[in-house]
């Protein structure tokens, strides 16, 4: 079991920035994959980032030089660096890891609004 508590979530202005944290704890030595995933209402959660074990990192093209995804394994954290934010980058936040088993462990979600 993988336990995930996201934070850094807010109203920011369109080309302002956010660092997105997520927190993991419980089983994460046999985490292969962490991501980053936005959901708007109405629509299907779709990936923003991610990052392997090995650090290889793949982006969606929407956020691509502007997104940038890290990771800290001593504190367990997986960051989200986001910068020259837009409106259509507004909605819920959400962490995944991935285990070796392929199993997938949720956060609860932080909202990212981008208005003026």
């Known amino acids: 079991q993988v336990q995930l508590v996201e934070s850094g979530g807010g109203l920011v202005q369109p080309g302002g920035s956010l660092r997105l944290s997520c927190a993991a704890s419980g089983s994460i030595f046999s985490v292969t994959t962490r991501a980053w995933y936005r959901q708007v209402p109405g629509k299907e959660r779709e990936l923003v980032a991610l990052i392997t074990r090995i650090s290889s990192t793949r982006y969606a093209d929407s956020v691509k030089g502007r997104f940038t995804i890290s990771g800290d394994n001593a504190k367990n954290t997986v960051y989200l660096q986001m910068n020259s934010l837009k409106p259509e980058d507004t909605g819920v936040y959400y962490c995944?890891?991935?285990?070796?088993?392929?199993?997938?462990?949720w956060g609860q979600g932080t909202q990212v609004t981008v208005s003026s």
């Open positions: 995944l890891y991935i285990n070796t088993n392929g199993n997938g462990y």
